[in-house]
């Protein structure tokens, strides 16, 4: 009985979840201390229960300066870019972090470090 709870609980979990990547990032300066940015990401979304749902621009700190969602799967469109306009970056800020998520599984742990023009 035990091994077939098992079994029953590995099927239930993704067990190889993978994260989405970030395969690029274009911030395009719209005016003073205001960014778009233009980010790519392939993701293995599977539908509703597993796709890649959003992505977000940290300062360096990681305080949250914009977040895109993205509120359906991509599975037949790999990798996808989207894009959002009005961020506001710091004065003087050289770098910002990009960072992706999917669900179910959330954030994922690492971000990407963009360079500022």
Do not use: C
Not at 30 to 41: G, K, L, M
Not at 50 to 69: I, K, P, S
Request: hydrophobic share 40%; glycine share 6%; aromatic share 8%.
């Amino acid at each position: 009985m035990k091994r077939l709870i098992l079994s029953l609980s590995l099927l239930a979990s993704p067990l190889f979840a993978e994260e989405p990547v970030i395969e690029n990032v274009t911030a395009t300066r719209t005016a003073p201390e205001t960014y778009r940015f233009d980010v790519t990401i392939r993701h293995p979304d599977t539908g509703w229960d597993h796709y890649a749902d959003g992505w977000r621009v940290l300062d360096m700190d990681g305080n949250e300066l914009g977040m895109r969602v993205l509120f359906h799967p991509h599975v037949n469109e790999q990798p996808f870019t989207r894009s959002l306009d009005g961020v506001k970056v710091p004065n003087g800020a050289t770098q910002v972090q990009v960072q992706a998520r999917d669900l179910p599984e959330g954030w994922n742990a690492g971000t990407t470090v963009v360079e500022l023009r």
